[in-house]
Every structure is written in structure tokens, then in C-alpha cells.
């Protein structure tokens, strides 16, 4: 039997006997059914880091007859991150699923030499210098944002959050992928995001269902689901063909490409590059997937989290009045000295990610921590409980922004990973900061926050979905002062 790899660093030869997964702490456990019980799908993350605070951070549940090592300590979901896309990789029920809804797995489901070839491709469009040039058209999408809500502060209507924000990320992802102008802000309902809403919903039910029933039966919403994914596809392969046909007519295109479908096509068209067409296609869908709600429930907490904070709030307006008072003069300089507003961001990610946990399969013996983890193996890592945890953050329940600045305190900013870490860091970082930075300045600046409020009045609650949300959130707005 081959030596066990080790992701973490290699312990002293007088360690004690690895931990078996089987003989860790853990909830109760029915036959076939595992601990399915004990969790509820929308709040499977709340239930599964409520285990982590009673048996500790490396414990063991069943997910139906599934055996998963649960992992919450943050060195040990670093190392197992950094071990990608080697050591492990996302479930291929996971990977099986994309592909029976007629998707082309893009970077976030792909693995090995099919990921590495892909990552190139991906990189070569999301490059900050790609995102700088971009960047006028991140401003005109602000700027629908800002006509918009200044309508909804005349009228006194309360904003739904979810709804416009994901339409100003749709707006901008579209655009920068696409090449082309998506106006979901102004223009009412778009084809795009009416199929969104209905894919990002089937692709976490799906995920998590211990019975993949509609492979057998499929029931009226299966159906709805088929023909979503049929159109959205179809949509972005005509896309796709638009851009070849771009850069047929015009070749100069190929050198400095405008947009990221173009660059992925210039990139996918390079000898040996190992990727088609199908590629380009998968991550352009894998962009809107990943990129719609992630950016936008980010903004949606963070705008929640400020109104929650007054002080935190009085210290991002001034700062954004005193360095960017005007969307239409927005610079990527002024969004880069917007210091505090940036520790906002990173605080309500820490508080609050978006992806809250991450399914893994062992692709090798190796081990975690102090548990050996056999190829094959499932792990679950915890993304918040050392983020949140008095040992790593100072009063670490409280919302304080200026931990992230320059001598601010934290003991370990490490053990907060929204982004993910290693080589498979998420590629959108860099435009989801600056979509997060622009959005809030636009906000700060143009107007003053009324109210955040919930659907009870009472805290936000999470929900998870395809990423975790808060539930039914409405922004009240006034004209500045």
C-alpha cells in the first residue's frame, strides 16, 4: 500500500495513531438514512456548524450511506483547499449533475488536465488589466442601479434587494462576457435572468438530495427545469457564435479582446490549448451561475450588516463622499483608495460568506489533521467557525471593519476564506470586489439609508440555496442631507 499523503504539515514521528473517520464524535445515526433527519435544506449549514460547536472540529456524519468527515478547523480546510486539484476535488455527484442538466462543466466543476487547460482560458479574461478596461461599463450598470433606486426614493417604495442587485450583477457579468449590452435594470424581465432563477434553485436541491428521483421520474418542475436549461444554453451558444463571427471580420479583436468571451475564444483557439468550443460555452455559463448571486447576496449582507452598525456606516459614507462623491466621475483610483468600504466588504464576508461550507472527495489516501481520510473519502468543510471564533477575531460576533486595516486586530485573518485558497482561489475575486465597491459607493454617495429591513422586523435570516441568502431583505432610500 502506497505511503498516505499528507495535506497538512508533517507531524513529529512520535504522533499518535491516526483518528478513523468511523471513530470520530458525531450525531446519532439511523440506518440508510444516516443523520438526514437531523438537517433541514435550508439551513443544512446553521445545522451541520451547530454538530461542529458540540463535538468539535473534525467529526464524522452520514449523509444517507454516505460517511463524511466534517471539518471545521482552518488550518486543516486551508491545507485540504491548497490540496486541489491533486488531492481532491468537488463530488462527482456534483460534476454528474451539471452534466445531466445539459451543461458543460466550466472551471468550477472541472477537474485535472481539464481544469488546467480551462483555468488559462478563464484567467486570461479575468485579469485585473482585463477588468480595468472594462471598468466604464461596471460605471453605466451603477448607473442604471442609481436611476433606478432614485426613482424608488421619490415614489417612497421599498426596494427589493435580491431582485435588483441580481440584476445588476447579471448586468455586468452578461456584458463582460458577453460582449454585449444586457439592460435587466431598465428594460424589465430578460431571458437570462428569468432562466436563472429557475436553474441556480434546481442545481442546490439537486446537490443535496440523497434521491435523485428525476432520473427515473420527472415531475412538472423537472420538466420546467429542462426546458430553462435548453434555452439558456441555446442563448449562449449563439452568443458565442456572434463573437467568432466578431473576430472573424475583425482579427484585430484577437490581440486586445474586448470582452471575455472573446478572450477565452482567442485563448481556446491557441495550439494546444485543449479547449473548444463546448469549454468557452461551460464557463460563460459557469459566470453567470457563480457570479449572479454571490456578488449579490454579498452586497445584499453587507448593506444589512451596515445599517446594523451606525457608526461603521457614518465612517463608509464620509469616506466614500470625501474620495468618490460622483458615479459618473468613478475611477478604478478612487475604488482602490476606498480603504474602509473594502474592510466592510471583507467583515461582512467574514460574517456572513456566501458559501458557507464546501463539499470535497478525496481523490487519495492522505490526511487531515489527525484523521486518515482513504481516496474516495467525503469531507465537508466548515468555512465559518474559526472566522467567527473569539481565538482568531477579537469580539468576533461584532461587526468591526477596521480589523482588516492596517494594525487593525485579528489574530489569524487567515482562517477567513471567502474566496477559497491555493490554485483554485475563486478567478472572479477582483471583479467581485469591484462590482461590491461600486455598487456601495453608488449607494453611499448618491443616497441616505432609511432602513434595511426584514420580512418580521426582526434579525435577517439565513436561508441556503444555491448560495446563502438573506431572506426578503427591503432597502428604504432618501435623498442625501
Known sequence: MPPLDHVTTPAPATTPALRQIRQLPGPFALPIIGNALQVRLPRIHRDVEGWVRRYGPFMRAWFGRTLVLVVADSEAVSAVL???????????????????????????LAEGSEWRNQRRMVMAGMAPGAIK??????VTVAQRLQRRWQHAATQGQAIDLDGDLKRYTVDIIAG?????????????????????DAILPAVARR???????????????????????AAL????????????????LDPARRAHPPNLLEAMIAAADEADSGVNDRAVAGNVLTMLLAGEDTTANTLSWMMYLLQCNPKCLARAREEVRRLAPDVA?????????LDYLGACASEAMRLKPVAPYIPLEALRDTVVGDVAVPAGSMLWCVMRHDSVSDAHFPDAQAFQPE????????????AAMPFGAGLRTCPGRYLALLEIKIAMAMLLGSFDIAGVDTPDGGEAQELMGFVMSPIGLTLRLARPQ
Open 403 to 414: 480589523r482588516w486595516l492596517e494594525g487593525g486586530e485579528a489574530n489569524n485573518k487567515r
Open 233 to 248: 444554453s441555446a442563448a449562449v451558444a449563439d452568443l458565442v457564435q456572434q463573437a467568432r463571427t466578431r473576430l472573424a
Open 82 to 108: 491548497r490540496d486541489r486539484p491533486d488531492g481532491f476535488r468537488r463530488p462527482l455527484s456534483s460534476y454528474t449533475i451539471s452534466v445531466e442538466m445539459g451543461g458543460i462543466p466550466g472551471l468550477f
Open 133 to 138: 478596461a472594462y471598468f466604464p461599463k461596471l
Open 176 to 196: 463582460l462576457a458577453f460582449g454585449t449590452q444586457v439592460n435587466t435594470l431598465e428594460s424589465g424581465e430578460d431571458v437570462i435572468q428569468r432562466h436563472l
Open 207 to 229: 446537490s443535496l438530495s440523497m434521491l435523485p428521483y428525476w432520473r427515473y421520474v420527472k415531475l412538472p418542475v423537472d420538466r420546467r427545469l429542462d426546458r430553462d436549461v
Open 329 to 337: 466621475q468613478f475611477s478604478v483610483a478612487q475604488m482602490d483608495s
